[in-house]
Every structure is written in structure tokens, then in C-alpha cells.
């Protein structure tokens, strides 16, 4: 089973969301926001992709953060961080029983599911 994470009113998820059932592609969503974030899991993708692939530097949630945290930034600090704030997770994760994708690409996603 294919399982879309992310938050519900972004814009990007939508267009996920969208592209999704636009080609008859069942999936569960998880919100990160309603549903929580299991740290296995957040770890998981971590090992999989490395944290700095996860951390979305364009969020207003990276802009907030203090510019130490910015730079002092490692592995454990920003799984922690993911942890307390989700929205910092760049979106949409989406996971298959094959592989793990961050972001939205039609090219992408048609490539792979």
C-alpha cells in the first residue's frame, strides 16, 4: 500500500493528492499534524535519504529557526527537530513497498508508481 505524508492544506500535497486519483492510484494520507510523526519512521527515511533531502529550507518554519540552529544543524538535531515541528519535513514523503520520494514531480511519479 502506497502512503502519501504530509499536511492537508498544502498546496503540494493537493497537487499530489490530485495527480493520484487523476490516474487511479490508492493511497492512504497521513497528516503529520493530525496523525503525528513516529521517530522509527522519521529515522527510517533519515538512514534512506539523509536528513538534508527531508529538511525544507524554503519553509517558514526553517525561517523561524534561530541562525545557530541553522548552522549547528546535524542528524540528531534535525531529527529532533522534525519531531517537534513536522512542517519542517519538505512534502510530500510519499512511500511504496519500493521506495521512499520526497516532493511532488508528475515525471517522478509516473516513473514509479
Known sequence: MITLYGINNCDTIKRARCWLDNHNIDYNFHDFRVDGLDPLLLES??????????????STTWRALTENEKSSMDEQSAVQTMLAQPTLIKRPVLVTQENVMVGFSEKNYSENL
Open 45 to 58: 527515511w533519515v538512514r534512506e535519504l539523509g536528513w538534508e533531502t527531508l529538511v525544507n529550507r524554503r
